[in-house]
Structure formats: C-alpha cells, structure tokens
T-cell receptor
Framework: RKEVEQDPGPFNVPEGATVAFNCTYS??????FFWYRQDCRKEPKLLMS???SGNEDGRFTAQLNRASQYISLLIRDSKLSDSATYLC???????????FGGGTRLMVKP | NAGVTQTPKFQVLKTGQSMTLQCAQD?????MSWYRQDPGMGLRLIHY???????DQGEVPNGYNVSRSTTEDFPLRLLSAAPSQTSVYFC???????????FGPGTRLTVT
C-alpha cells in the first residue's frame, strides 16, 4: 500500500460544478497536511495547508479526518483555470520529509 | 528574488554518462530537496539537506549523489546514467519551521 494514496482521475467536470478529491495516508501519527497544485509541465505550488478544524480559501475547502486517515479538497464553482493536477502532501513522521501522493487530475470543461 | 533555479531545463544522456543537475535558491532557506517525478508515481524524494554541510538520503537515493557546500546551492550528481533515471527532476527549498516548499521549474532528463 502506498503511504499517500490518491485517485489519479481524471475528473472531468463542467464549469460551475462542485468537485471533491480524497487522499488517504498510512501513518496515523502524521502531523502536517497540504494540497499542492501542479499545472501541466510545470512545478508544483502550494495551494493550501489543511488544518484539523478544516479551512476554506475562497472556493476551496480542505478537511482532515484523522480517525479515517484522509484529507479532502472541495472545489466549488469550478473554473476552466482550475484544470490541473492536485497533489496531496503529508508529513508522515516527525522528521523532515514530505511524502507526495500521485496526484489527481482535474479537467474543467466549458 | 529569482526563487529556486535549475539548470539545465532539458538533457539527453547516453547510458553510463555522468552529469550534474544544478539547483540554487536565493531565499536563504535552510532545507533543500531533490525529487524525481514519474508518471503515476508522484514525486519521490531522492536526497535532502537541512543545512550547509548536512545531507541525507530520501526514498530513492541509489545512483545519485549530493553535496551542500553553501546554503544557496544543492547540486545533484548522476554517477552513471541508466534508462531508469529518465524522469523529471525537481529541486525544492523551504525555510526551517515551515513546510511550504518552493520548487524550481524542473529538469527533463532522458537517458538512452
């Protein structure tokens, strides 16, 4: 089993739709969680951190479920510009390393 | 600030050749890392450094060497290139106490 697992997609949605991605992680002691966005043939960039109480940034909502060991990303009112790959990132231990999921590809269509 | 820079952007090597991928950052970040990204595999950590003079192995270190003689530079050396090392390589840096990583634009390497 991969340490950080995501559905690779692609998720094909129309503009204006709401779409949600989940990500599961293996280590129950994990402390820090993030969503990164990666555009085609570009480097990943931090989209948002995920806090225990859940957090929102405009149309994006991130949630953490420690009991079931997953995090989620909800995108409301999808825009064409949201088309990208979304990477789940977890600090699996107290060490310095971040572990990346394989990414979920989103395609928003007109 | 230029952020994280990587050279070259593209490289083709023959099996057995060696080369160095360059990475530099001008943000005075303590932590620097090298990842490779392959289709369906996500980013996998090769080596990382928590400061000048200190390096450690990541998930897939075999076939690669690193050194960190300055805070700014973190080169990745391929000792004897193999086709399995065909990949996109990203360098990243972050400040101590933060997990926000800043990535360079990547180096696309093909080994034939």
């Amino acid at each position: 089993r991969k340490e950080v697992e995501q559905d690779p997609g692609p998720f094909n949605v129309p503009e204006g739709a709401t779409v949600a991605f989940n990500c599961t992680y293996s280590n129950s002691a994990s402390q820090s969680f993030f969503w990164y966005r990666q555009d085609c043939r570009k480097e990943p960039k931090l989209l948002m951190s995920v806090y225990s109480s859940g957090n929102e940034d405009g149309r994006f909502t991130a949630q953490l479920n420690r009991a079931s060991q997953y995090i989620s990303l909800l995108i409301r009112d999808s825009k064409l510009s949201d088309s990208a790959t979304y990477l789940c990132v977890v600090n699996l231990s107290a060490g310095n390393m971040l572990t990346f999921g394989g990414g979920t590809r989103l395609m928003v269509k007109p | 600030n230029a952020g994280v820079t990587q050279t070259p952007k593209f490289q083709v090597l023959k099996t057995g050749q060696s080369m160095t991928l360059q990475c530099a950052q001008d943000m005075n970040h303590e932590y620097m890392s090298w990842y490779r990204q392959d289709p369906g595999m996500g980013l996998r950590l090769i080596h990382y450094s928590v400061g000048a003079g200190i390096t450690d192995q990541g998930e897939v270190p075999n076939g690669y060497n690193v050194s960190r003689s300055t805070t700014e530079d973190f080169p990745l050396r391929l000792l004897s290139a193999a086709p399995s090392q065909t990949s996109v390589y990203f360098c990243a840096s972050r400040k101590g106490g933060s997990y926000e990583q800043y990535f360079g634009p990547g180096t696309r390497l093909t080994v034939t």
